[in-house]
């Protein structure tokens, strides 16, 4: 089973939920997600004003440290920190500590090539 906003570790006002989960049969987590996305300005097909802001700091490092302590914390057996920059507005950037860019072809000709910052983490065994 999948779902968003899953409660994965309990918290201070509420559980914190990973973005996007996989359960297995027995109702385990087996994956745990954190995503975000910076979609590319230059796309028709999203309102201007929707455009998500992120912030490449905080935000990012925050990811990585969560789905470290998914893993620590036993609550998952593979963690994964993925942010697709659709833009190339943060690909010059380096890394944060434990993230790889890893660069993905355009589609079609004269297409922007999404740049995907990458991070997993798995439980031992």
């Known amino acids: 089973m999948v779902f968003n906003d899953y409660p994965i570790l ?3 006002r509420r559980s914190l939920s990973a973005d996007l989960v996989v359960l297995n049969d027995a109702g385990s987590v087996k994956v745990a997600a954190e995503l975000k ?3 590319s300005h230059q796309r028709t097909d999203i309102c ?3 455009l998500p ?3 490449w700091d905080k935000e990012g490092a925050q990811d990585v440290t969560r789905v470290h ?3 620590d914390k036993k609550a998952a057996q593979v963690a994964y920190a993925i942010f697709i920059d659709g833009g190339g507005y943060f690909r010059h950037r380096p890394p944060h ?3 790889e860019w890893r660069d993905w072809p355009a589609n079609q000709p004269g297409a922007f090539s999404p740049s995907v910052l990458w991070a997993c983490a798995k439980a031992n065994g």
Request: glycine share 12%; net charge positive; no cysteine.
């Open 10 to 12: 309990p918290g201070k």
């Open 37 to 39: 996305h910076k979609p």
């Open 48 to 50: 201007r004003s929707e």
């Open 53 to 55: 802001v992120i912030s």
């Open 69 to 71: 302590e998914f893993i």
């Open 97 to 99: 500590a434990g993230r």
